[in-house]
């Protein structure tokens, strides 16, 4: 069992780990001992050597089959196992659902809801053959509430749910735990990374509307918790014998908000976010 496992013992892939959150969790495993292989776009293949009680960084492009199998299979070899898989890499897209295009929605699908999908499917065989294993996806509170003019992250979001939802029980008697975070606003240079759609400037019918949400949500963001509330998390669960479905972390009134959505009558809940996003 991974929880059992030493630090030191411990396999763990970080993807996007060179920003944020990704980053965050690499380098506090890796202080605590860990043997991290932190995987992006922006580290070199093969990696550059790191000294002990560093991470490795090396190159993955979540969207892409070939890049993906090759980062895998350089840490199985380099480590002799993979312990850990953690699918953190992605990024915002924001706009109007009419004026997001198909190629904008394909692009935010392709790395949030199938990077993770390519990366699942590509450890889970040396993990099944080890008898042993644990994924722990990143989704976001964004996948339990859906966000105006968020529309598309919100679907990767809830689709990344789902599909944990399903793998956990599917690979359970392999003996491989399946588990979600589902992280608030975080100060993180996710705010600045955010992309605007083609259609959202000048002669978008929703402009004004959209403007006002977007500044609302970055204010947000630029009060939100520490990334590193999520990396000492997910040592938690690594060190747990038997992780939950899913654990939530953020500024507390968030947290809350997902648990009302669950007990409010749809109307009220959907009006009350109407009114915090100032659209009402």
């Not at 605007?196 to 947000?220: K, L, M, P, W």
Request: glycine share 10%; aromatic share 8%; proline share 6%.
């Amino acid at each position: 069992m991974t929880g059992a496992r030493r630090p030191e013992e411990t396999i763990v892939l970080i993807t996007g780990a060179t920003s944020g959150i990704g980053r965050a969790c690499t380098e506090h495993l890796a202080r605590r001992g860990y043997r991290v292989f932190g995987t992006g776009r922006r580290a070199p293949f093969p990696p550059d050597p790191a000294p002990p009680g560093y991470p490795i960084l090396v190159y993955m492009d979540v969207t892409r089959d070939e890049s993906v199998h090759q980062a895998v299979d350089f840490i199985v070899r380099e480590a002799g196992r993979l312990d850990v898989v953690v699918n953190n890499a992605g990024f915002g897209v924001a706009g109007a659902v009419e004026d997001t295009s198909i190629e904008e929605a394909k692009a935010q699908l392709e790395t949030n809801f199938f990077g993770v999908l390519r990366v699942c499917r590509a450890v889970l065989p040396m993990m099944r053959a080890q008898g042993e294993g644990l994924i722990v996806n990143i989704s976001s509170l964004g996948g339990i509430i859906a966000l105006p003019f968020q529309a598309l992250y919100s679907a990767s979001k809830f689709a990344v749910e789902g599909l944990t939802e399903a793998l956990r029980m599917e690979v359970r008697p392999f003996g491989i735990r399946v588990t979600l975070v589902e992280p608030g606003d975080m100060r993180t240079e996710f705010t600045a990374r955010r992309v605007r759609v083609a259609a959202s400037g000048e002669g978008s019918a929703y402009r004004s509307f959209f403007e006002r949400v977007i500044r609302v949500v970055e204010e947000d963001e630029q009060h939100g918790g520490s990334p590193e509330a999520v990396a000492i998390l997910l040592e938690r669960i690594l060190r747990s014998p038997n992780p939950a479905p899913r654990y939530r972390v953020g500024p507390a009134f968030q947290r809350l908000a997902a648990v009302l959505k669950g007990v409010m009558p749809g109307r009220l809940f959907e009006w009350a976010l109407m009114k915090y996003y100032r659209l009402s």
